[in-house]
């Protein structure tokens, strides 16, 4: 495929300045398509500002697969739910044994991830792939804000009649299409830099109906911003021009993430991309029932995302 010669600018992108310094924060998503691999003018001169690349992990570390493998013992899974769990492996075209190193909840995720495909997006087109990538040809310093540690232990509750519940989820999700629906939706206005749907996201995610739902959103995102925001400024602080790459919806909500840095004392101030009239026509179109999302874990965390197995 040919890479268009000039790329657009999609996200959201917000200009952090304190001490006489500027960093960025840009929210991003965990899947991507070929054609956004050309960065926009604004996002592109915003990396080039910066000395160091700061995402939640770094899917180039050969490092995390290992780190994700179990090393425990995962609950045994209902047969029918087993075999529910090897039919979505199946069609998502994957040998049986591929995601057999991970926790059963880590593969329901994976698979959420990989659907979608028959969006036309692809974790091996991730932002955070793409940004990494460039960081490193240009020799910045690219660092976690997080371990692969922590997310598994966001992402995989420890009780297991919980986890049990969250794979069901998931696979009720991939089965009746829902996930793909909900990740059409999310990114679409993603890419139109849509905050305010964004910020909406518990209504029309359809995961978000019982308690036990919110509280794992919440335990997904906002409980993870205020360390995210603390080491943010600890680099700044460092005397590093920080471009930090984090997943969008953590930019959304009482504890979202420019909120956070206000506190800490940046000036923040969004970075309005020219607005492109036809993509954001196209977020604003009704849904087509039975047409593609991804369940809240998949678009939370990268780590899900760096579970797909070789090609």
Not at 94 to 112: F, I, K, M, S
Not at 148 to 163: I, N, T, W
Not at 200 to 226: I, V
Request: aromatic share 4%; net charge neutral.
């Amino acid at each position: 495929m040919q890479l268009p010669a000039r790329g657009e600018d999609r996200g959201v992108l917000w200009r952090l300045t304190r001490g006489g310094r500027v960093s960025h924060l840009f929210g991003t998503v965990h899947v991507g398509k070929p054609g956004w691999q050309v960065l926009g003018p604004l996002t592109a001169a915003a990396l080039r500002a910066s000395d160091t690349l700061a995402l939640e992990i770094d899917p180039t570390d050969p490092a995390l697969l290992a780190a994700l493998t179990d090393k425990t013992p995962a609950p045994r899974l209902p047969e029918a739910l087993n075999q529910r769990l090897l039919v979505a492996t199946q069609r998502a075209c994957l040998p049986l044994l591929a995601l057999a190193g991970l926790h059963p909840v880590l593969q329901a995720t994976t698979l959420t991830v990989l659907d979608a495909r028959w969006l036309g997006l692809d974790p091996n087109h991730s932002l955070e792939m793409l940004l990494a990538q460039r960081a490193k040809s240009r020799r910045m310093k690219v660092v976690s804000l997080e371990s692969a540690e922590l997310q598994k232990q966001v992402l995989v509750p420890a009780d297991a009649a919980e986890a049990v519940a969250v794979i069901e989820q998931a696979l009720d999700q991939l089965e009746n299409l829902t996930s793909r629906r909900v990740l059409d939706r999310l990114v679409r206005a993603w890419e139109s830099g849509d905050l305010a749907t964004l910020e909406r996201y518990e209504q029309w995610c359809e995961c978000a109906g019982t308690d036990e739902e919110r509280a794992f959103l919440r335990r997904l995102n906002d409980e993870r911003n205020a360390p995210l925001a603390d080491r943010i400024t600890r680099l700044h602080g460092q005397g590093r021009r920080v471009f930090a790459a984090i997943g969008a919806l953590h930019m959304t909500g009482p504890a979202a993430l420019p909120r956070l840095l206000a506190e800490r004392g940046f000036k923040v101030e969004r970075v309005n991309f020219a607005p492109d009239p036809a993509r954001s026509a196209a977020a604003d179109m009704p849904q087509e029932p039975g047409v593609p999302t991804a369940t809240a874990a998949a678009t939370a965390s990268p780590a899900a995302a760096s579970t797909r197995s070789p090609r």
